[in-house]
C-alpha cells in the first residue's frame, strides 16, 4: 500500500500528504483507534494524534514518528506545519473533501508550501481488496449470516423495532463482531418504504413486514446485508412485490462480472418492473463498495461511471419502496473474481414467513 502511495506521490510532484479520514488512516497505518492523521513523504512516515493515543499508536505503528500533536504545536494544523517547515518540503496534497474549513485555513496560511486538495486517492486504491482484507469481509458476511439465522426466532407479534434492532447487534456482537457496531436499520409494517428509517417504539403486527439492513465489522471490515421477512401469512401483494424484488436482484447479480460498466447491472435490476407499476417506486442506487467504510467506490446506478475490477468487493440491493404501504429489499455483498462473482452473504433469499 505505501510503496503505491509513494509511486502516486511521485508521479504527480507531490513531497507530502496529509491524510485525515479515519478510514485512510487506518488503510495506510494499520491503526484501530481515534484521534489520528497522518503525514507522508517519499522517506518519512508521521503518525500525528493526541496524549490519549500515543501509546496505541506506538504499539500498532511501529515503523511511524509518533507526533502529539498538543505538545508540537497549540492546534492539529499548527503541529502539521511545523513537520513541513522542519522537512522544508514546497507543496503537500490534503484531502479536499475531508479536511474541515478551519484546518485548511490554518494550513494555508503563513506557510512555506502549497497546499493541493486531493480527493479520492487512497480510496480508489481501496476499491480493490487485498487477500487479507477479502478474509475480513468473508468473516465479516459470515457473522451476520449466523446473527440473521438467531434474530428470526425472535421476531413475533408484539415485541418492538428497537427491541429487535438490540438484539441483532448484540447477537453481531456475540458471534464475533467488533464491538463497534455500526448504525442498523429494523424497520416493520408501512415504515418498510423508509430506505433509511430508525428503528422505532413500534410494535410488531400480524402480516408486518420485517425489513432489516444491518452489518457488523470484523477488524474493521464491514457487511452490509438486508433481509425482509414477513410476520405471519403473506398477503397476495406482498408475494408479488417479494417475487419482483428477488428477480431485480438476480438479474444484477447475474451481471456482476470484471468489465462491466455500472449502468449495465442497474438496468438489469430494473428489466423486471419496467412495465409494470411498481417501477415508480424503485431507488436508483442499487448498491455500493464496501469495505473500512460502509459506502465506498464503485457506486451502483444509473448516473455511475464506474467499471467494476476483479476483487472490488460491491453490495447489491435493488428494491421496491411504495408509500404507506411498505417496501422490500434484498442486498448481498458480492465479490467480483476473475470467472464472475462470489456471494459472500448466504441466507436465504426466499420469501420467510414466520
Excluded at 113 to 141: H, M, Y
Excluded at 225 to 233: N, P, S
Excluded at 246 to 259: C, I, N, P, V
Amino acid at each position: 500500500m505505501l510503496e503505491k502511495l509513494f509511486n502516486y506521490l511521485s508521479e504527480n510532484k507531490v513531497e507530502g500528504f496529509f491524510i485525515s479520514r479515519p478510514q485512510n488512516v487506518r488503510y495506510v497505518s494499520k491503526y484501530t483507534g481515534d484521534d489520528s492523521y497522518l503525514f507522508i513523504t517519499q522517506d518519512k512516515k508521521y503518525f500525528i494524534t493526541d496524549p490519549r493515543y500515543t501509546e496505541q499508536a506506538g504499539q500498532e505503528c511501529p515503523d511511524f514518528i509518533i507526533v502529539n500533536w498538543r505538545e508540537q504545536g497549540k492546534t492539529l494544523a499548527e503541529a502539521v506545519k511545523l513537520i513541513i517547515k522542519n522537512l522544508k518540503i514546497k507543496n503537500f496534497a490534503f484531502e479536499a473533501d475531508f479536511v474541515t474549513y478551519n484546518i485548511y485555513e490554518e494550513l494555508s496560511n503563513k506557510i512555506d508550501a502549497q497546499a493541493i486538495p486531493w480527493t479520492g486517492v487512497i480510496e480508489n486504491f481501496r476499491s480493490i481488496k487485498t487477500d487479507e482484507e477479502i478474509r475480513n469481509l468473508k468473516v465479516a458476511c459470515q457473522i451476520a449470516d449466523r446473527a440473521f439465522s438467531r434474530i428470526i426466532k425472535d421476531i413475533r407479534v408484539g415485541v418492538t423495532e428497537k427491541e429487535l434492532a438490540s438484539k441483532l447487534s448484540h447477537y453481531m456482537v456475540m458471534e464475533g463482531s467488533d464491538t463497534k457496531p455500526y448504525g442498523n436499520i429494523l424497520i416493520s409494517g408501512k415504515r418498510t418504504s423508509l430506505l433509511h428509517g430508525i428503528p422505532s417504539n413500534k410494535v410488531i403486527d400480524y402480516g408486518d413486514f420485517v425489513l432489516m439492513d444491518y452489518g457488523c465489522g470484523y477488524n474493521g471490515y464491514l457487511s452490509d446485508m438486508t433481509r425482509t421477512v414477513v410476520v405471519g401469512k403473506a398477503t397476495a401483494e406482498q408475494k408479488e412485490v417479494y417475487a419482483l424484488e428477488k428477480e431485480m436482484h438476480e438479474r444484477a447479480t447475474s451481471l456482476m462480472t470484471a468489465g462491466t460498466p455500472a449502468t449495465d447491472v442497474y438496468e438489469a435490476s430494473i428489466e423486471p418492473i419496467k412495465n409494470t407499476k411498481y417501477f415508480q417506486y424503485h431507488y436508483s442506487g442499487i448498491g455500493h463498495g464496501i469495505g473500512l467504510f460502509v459506502h465506498e467506490i464503485p457506486f451502483m446506478g444509473p448516473r455511475s461511471n464506474d467499471i467494476l475490477k476483479e476483487n472490488n468487493v460491491i453490495t447489491i440491493e435493488p428494491g421496491i419502496y411504495i408509500p404507506n404501504w411498505g417496501g422490500v429489499r434484498i442486498e448481498d455483498q458480492v465479490l467480483i473474481t476473475k470467472e464472475g462473482n462470489e456471494i459472500l452473504t448466504s441466507s436465504t433469499r426466499e420469501l420467510i414467513e414466520l
